[in-house]
């Protein structure tokens, strides 16, 4: 399978941007899905995962109320809407398919398989 990330940019404070992720060669409905991000220097970090059925959600703090994730199996895309971006939001972003079907949203980015190209975003202050 292979996954693209698309939709990073260059935005000012307090802009909106809208990532996506989509799948192909093979399907990850049923599949939790990550994304994560890593910065200059830093190491990478979770930033939010979807279950495979859509029912859960999980958040990392620095994002929860600004963040939404969400996922549409029949266009076989997990999309990442970002709002109220920070500079700090700078990096670059990757989405994951866990490396298990039908398992748990994981933190940690030893638990996904499959990675995404990443895509730029750049909040500018």
């Known amino acids: 399978v292979q996954l693209q990330a698309s939709g990073g940019g260059l935005v000012q404070a307090g802009d909106s941007l809208g990532l996506s992720c989509l799948a192909s060669?093979?399907?990850?409905?049923?599949?939790?899905v990550g994304w994560f991000r890593q910065a200059p220097g830093k190491e990478r970090e979770f930033v939010a995962g979807i279950s495979w059925s859509a029912r859960y959600t999980v958040y990392a703090d620095f994002v929860k109320g600004r963040f939404t994730i969400s996922r549409d199996k029949a266009a076989n895309t997990v999309s990442l809407q970002m709002n109220s971006l920070k500079p700090e939001d700078t990096a670059v972003y990757y989405c994951?398919?866990?490396?298990?079907?039908?398992?748990?949203?994981?933190?940690?980015?030893?638990?996904?398989?499959?990675w995404g190209q990443g895509t730029q975003v750049t909040v500018s202050s």
């Open positions: 994951a398919r866990r490396g298990q079907r039908f398992a748990s949203i994981e933190t940690q980015d030893h638990f996904y398989d499959y």
């Open positions: 060669g093979r399907t990850f409905g049923n599949y939790a």
